[in-house]
């Protein structure tokens, strides 16, 4: 049970990481505190949903974003994909 609760904790801060960056984007606005908690949300929901599946299909796959170009990293090697 502990884990279930620090699992949500974990997704809890993480959310609310991604709506102060999101709010900061922003200027800091006031009045869109719930709009940015929401998009934030579905960032995080969709992330953790993607890393669910693809380690209930066994991919062994580490993809981190940058600057206009995704790079995808593998066992077997690295690639580049622009």
């Excluded at 699992?7 to 719930?34: P, Q, T």
């Excluded at 669910?52 to 077997?76: A, H, M, N, P, S």
């Amino acid at each position: 049970m502990e884990d279930g609760m620090k699992k949500k904790k974990g997704i809890h801060d993480e959310i609310a990481r991604v709506a102060y960056d999101l709010n900061e984007k922003k200027g800091s606005a006031d009045g869109h505190d719930l709009d940015d908690w929401l998009e934030a949300e579905k960032i995080v929901m969709e992330k953790h949903e993607m890393h669910v599946r693809e380690t209930e299909q066994g991919v062994d796959v580490i993809q981190k974003e940058k600057d206009g170009f995704r790079r995808t990293v593998k066992k077997e090697g690295f690639y580049k994909k622009g």
